[in-house]
């Protein structure tokens, strides 16, 4: 099983990117799929999920300006950025859910991409 995160770079706010989670090993579509972001010493936050129904919950803070969506063809999940804040400056992390609720903590995530980093510059 492997994710491979990309996508991630340099943007200047109000700008916007486009996360990719290439996997392998499995399908997407039999898992409900997440994104977690974390700045260096402070805890992996929750971004958002998108359910095997195809349900997205996000974080508050994210709302309305990310997009979480999945191709099951490709078994690729993706993380549309926009209007991108400073403080949205993170590594971000693709993950599997291990149980099949909407889970918004770590510890409930088996399978971990490897991160890709994105700078907001104000």
């Known amino acids: 099983v492997q994710l491979q995160a990309f996508g991630g770079g340099l943007v200047q706010a109000g700008g916007f990117l486009r996360l990719s989670c290439v996997a392998s090993?499995?399908?997407?579509?039999?898992?409900?799929m997440g994104w977690f972001r974390q700045d260096p010493g402070k805890e992996r936050e929750f971004v958002g999920i998108?359910?095997?129904?195809?349900?997205?919950i996000y974080v508050d803070s994210v709302k309305g300006r990310f997009t979480v969506s999945r191709d099951n063809a490709k078994n690729t999940v993706y993380l549309q950025m926009n209007s991108l804040r400073p403080e949205d400056t993170a590594v971000y992390y693709c993950?599997?859910?291990?149980?099949?609720?909407?889970?918004?903590?770590?510890?409930?995530?088996?399978?971990w991409g490897q991160g890709t980093e994105v700078t907001v510059s104000s």
């Open positions: 993950a599997r859910s291990r149980l099949p609720g909407i889970m918004r903590m770590p510890q409930y995530y088996d399978y």
């Open positions: 090993g499995f399908s997407i579509s039999s898992y409900n």
């Open positions: 998108i359910s095997q129904s195809g349900t997205m």
